[in-house]
């Protein structure tokens, strides 16, 4: 992985980078049967995991993807060193296979780095991988509620089984959102994820329903994040606004929250950059009616970047509310900035009886009517 991730050599070393390629390909293969053998009695997971991560780091490098090259210099490499990628994508999926009852173990940490390997624009490697993404939903739903590491329990109790793929699904979707964002897959892939997740959801009796629900959704994100990525860098703030507001749209259907946030921050950003600062106030808004006024502890998905330091929905709510008042001054909208005033007004007189933060508001407060005035007249 080390002679991977740090080449030693420069990059117009060919044959020394592809001779390199070749021989770790073989030890992976070597490393394989051996970690088949003698470490599967007991299970060592980090052996496992090593392996796995090791070789995607190899099936990804860019040495490897010939798609960046030349015709002149991909036709060499095919000619004398074939395809390495296809070979090391077959190692991976045969020790996925051979996990038998532990891959559980993997779900749902092994979705990121196979969603990406499966995103390398090689026709022969995607199919032998997607199919991967429906063992792990399979996997999930008959897994044990209790016990996570094995099938036992629900062998022996068949009401243990989990019935559902929901961290697979979650992951999932953040991986995709991550992965296409960043420049990996394309419509090819999307179209070829659909077909084969559906193939395999459709002779599923017990994943026909949530399965095809699941790979629909799974489509229609992608098509998203494809046209997000296509026009984000697009001179027209339209077209960078629309496409924004389609994926904050989307989320807010499948009621991803964490994602929503994530893209409530982006389009919030979108509107500083245009100086849209009511707009951005709006966008904010968004946010902050998904938080109570109480001292509940935030979860994880409706933590917000913005303020980090926030543990609880109201510290949250408050810091947001602060922010959203700034940006309706800035954008000389006094009306809804006092709005926002008197809420937090409430709060502080009758809630948490905060009267030093209640006098420093009232103040703030003047000041918006006294601007109200000068509009006017």
């Not at 094995?150 to 793929?165: C, E, L, Q």
């Not at 229609?220 to 001179?235: A, T």
């Not at 009232?362 to 007249?377: D, E, T």
């Amino acid at each position: 992985k080390e002679l991977v991730s740090k080449p030693v050599f420069p990059n117009d070393w060919l044959d020394m980078i592809m001779h390199q390629n070749t021989v770790i390909l073989e030890s992976l293969r070597n490393f394989a049967q051996i970690i088949k053998d003698h470490f599967f009695e007991p299970f060592e997971k980090q052996v496992w995991s090593n392996f796995f991560h090791c070789s995607i780091a190899f099936l990804i490098q860019p040495a490897l993807q010939l798609d960046q090259f030349t015709g002149n210099k991909t036709s060499i490499i095919l000619t004398r060193y074939c395809d390495i990628r296809r070979e090391t994508a077959k190692e991976i999926c045969n020790m996925w296979y051979n996990l038998g009852e532990h891959k559980i173990i993997f779900v749902p940490q092994m979705v990121g780095p196979l969603l990406e390997m499966s995103m390398i624009p090689e026709t022969e490697l995607r199919k032998s991988t997607i199919p991967i993404f429906f063992d792990m939903m399979q996997c999930e739903f008959v897994s044990s509620k209790f016990h996570m590491e094995s099938f036992g329990d629900t062998k022996r109790n068949i009401s243990h089984i989990k019935g559902n793929f929901r961290d697979f699904e979650k992951e999932m979707i953040e991986k995709l959102d991550i992965l296409v964002e960043g420049g990996r897959g394309d419509h090819e892939y999307k179209d070829l994820f659909s077909e084969i997740m559906m193939n395999l959801c459709v002779k599923h009796v017990a994943l026909r329903h949530d399965g095809t629900i699941f790979v629909n959704m799974a489509t229609k994100l992608m098509e998203r994040l494809l046209e997000y990525r296509f026009l984000i860098n697009d001179e027209s703030k339209e077209n960078r606004m629309s496409c924004t507001v389609s994926l904050l749209q989307f989320y807010s259907e499948v009621n991803r929250k964490e994602m929503y946030i994530r893209y409530v921050n982006k389009l919030c950003d979108l509107h500083m950059e245009f100086d849209n600062y009511p707009e951005a106030a709006f966008t904010l808004k968004l946010h902050s009616k998904l938080l109570l006024w109480n001292d509940t502890q935030l979860s994880p998905l409706l933590r917000s970047c913005r303020h980090p330091h926030c543990m609880t929905h109201r510290h949250l709510k408050e810091e947001l509310y602060k922010e959203i008042i700034r940006f309706f001054d800035d954008g000389k909208m006094w009306e809804c900035a006092l709005e926002v005033c008197k809420e937090m007004a409430q709060q502080y007189e009758y809630e948490v009886f905060d009267y030093l933060s209640l006098s420093q508001l009232h103040i703030q407060m003047s000041q918006f009517y006294r601007k109200l005035l000068y509009k006017i007249y």
